[in-house]
């Protein structure tokens, strides 16, 4: 039986009901690759500057500190040795690119997992559109409440608005994160209490495949609840 989820208007109300596609919501839930697709994911944003100097990047020490006889005391070539305070740092980090390759159908396969745990977590929460003229944050969090909505909630449009009205309107409300659905990742859907995909991102998602009104949303009548 194919998965589907009740799309609602900006009040909370039914409007339409959406089937969903199985390649996407009915994918095998794989712990291990979503693991290693996040795991690559956060070492992407790892810069790799971090540096120590040796002993021969240090400056001083030209001079020996004492005698090689004599003193009583072992025997010491530089007070830039790694023993000495200020000396250098043996084995320690150099600058490295930290990326894990991960091919396309690994991120493909993760971010199908993520949806599909997040389909049986019931997670999901299908908007049949958002419309923002102008920024309005108040706007926003009605919105939010008339979903029943709340904790951390990933709000995924389909791509950026020409005003980017919806994405101001949301920006400033505490535990709402806004991704587009072309560049959706793992980590965000797996973080996320709540998802509200509008129906345009939701056809990124599965593909972007044609509208078709008659076969993609079945209309309710206006006493559904």
Known sequence: MMASLPVVDSTGKKVATRDLSADVFEAKVSGALMHQVVVAAQASLRRGTHATKTRGEVSGGGKKPWRQKGTGRARQGSTRAPQWTGGGVVHGPQPRDHDIRINKKMRKGALRSALTDALQSDKLVVVNDLEFDEPKTKRAAELLDALK???????????????????????????????????????????????????????????GRAEDPDERETTTDGDAE
Do not use: H, M, Q, W
């Not at 389909?158 to 991704?179: H, L, Y």
């Not at 973080?191 to 991102?201: E, G, M, V």
């Open 149 to 207: 909505v709340g904790g951390k909630v990933l709000l995924v449009l389909a791509g950026p608005t020409d005003t980017g009205a919806a994405e101001k309107s949301f920006r400033n409300i505490t535990g709402v994160r806004v991704a587009y659905a072309s560049s959706l990742g793992v980590y965000e859907v797996i973080a996320a209490d709540k998802l509200i995909l509008t129906s345009a991102s939701l056809d990124v998602l599965e593909g």
